[in-house]
């Protein structure tokens, strides 16, 4: 059977109508492929932590419409890397020990294995990260001394009782610990100096001294705190010291920088300040 088609113009009308249904079932097919292609291939971001799947933008901003993180007033322990549990602050074996003005060694006689460097006494754990430190410090062009380091029970009351004899007991205690509450004790802190300004060493015009520059700059890098700040003294309880140094191992240093934190206090919760008595 022959058909016979009508190849007359098409009225302008049909002609807009069948563009039109055309257009929008390009549209349609290419929004279907597009949903398609995000669903099966996942952007660059997607397997990474703190992808826009689970809430988080790739910069840590959070993704507008993402759940709210019932975590998020929780102490700064995101941080990965490190899991504050792992050692005790209350432990005196502990390198995380925190002893203060309100918390002293328990046992008060505490006394820890020692290890010599450069002449002092520190613990074991320790003498790896002071000797880096220290020679650190030669290559950069800075000579920096020890001065003190553990002090056991009894040589921290002979220090103490000095300085009441000295200053009176409220003033002492502003600038030395008690017999059993000294971190000397513990074997994780030591004293150090310079010989740029030989007569700034333990005073406050050490922090001003090459050698004190250098030590707040590169000490965290090393495991170690300067303890004793301006900024942290109403929690730890003492006058600044710039050349105290408290040797609590590189990663828990490092949290502290990452977190804006500068005390075990702050970090551990423990209490701090002026002693109770």
């Not at 563009?19 to 279907?32: F, R, T």
């Not at 059993?180 to 513990?186: D, K, V």
């Not at 004793?228 to 710039?242: C, D, I, R, W």
Request: aromatic share 8%; charged share 20%; hydrophobic share 40%.
């Amino acid at each position: 059977m022959t058909i016979f088609l009508d190849r007359r113009p098409l009225p302008r009308i049909a002609v807009v109508m069948l563009a039109a249904v055309l257009l929008l079932a390009g549209c349609a097919s290419g929004a279907a492929r597009a949903t398609y292609e995000t669903s099966a291939s996942p952007g660059p971001e997607a397997g990474a932590e703190g992808s826009a799947a689970n809430g988080v933008a790739a910069d840590g901003g959070t993704v507008a419409g993402a759940p709210a993180d019932e975590s998020a007033d929780a102490p700064a322990e995101a941080v990965p890397g490190i899991d504050l549990a792992a050692h005790s602050p209350a432990d005196p074996e502990s390198p995380w020990v925190v002893v203060n003005k309100r918390v002293a060694v328990d046992p008060v006689d505490y006394e820890p294995d020692l290890t010599t460097v450069r002449g002092y006494l520190v613990r074991p754990d320790v003498a790896p990260d002071l000797t880096a430190l220290l020679s650190a410090a030669e290559a950069d062009g800075v000579h920096l001394t020890l001065r003190s380091a553990y002090r056991g029970y009894s040589k921290q009351a002979s220090v103490y009782e000095s300085w009441v004899a000295q200053l009176g007991r409220a003033q002492a205690d502003a600038v030395s610990a008690r017999p059993g509450h000294s971190e000397h004790q513990t074997g994780l802190a030591v004293d150090v100096g310079g010989s740029s300004r030989p007569a700034c060493d333990f005073e406050p015009c050490f922090g001003d001294t090459l050698e004190g520059r250098w030590v707040a700059e590169h000490a965290g890098s090393f495991g170690f705190l300067v303890r004793y700040t301006p900024e942290n003294k109403a929690v730890t309880g003492y006058a600044p010291e710039a050349w105290h140094l408290r040797w609590v191992g590189r990663d828990l240093a490092g949290y502290l920088s990452e977190t804006g934190l500068s005390t075990l206090e702050e970090v551990f919760d423990v209490p701090g300040g002026d002693y109770g008595r």
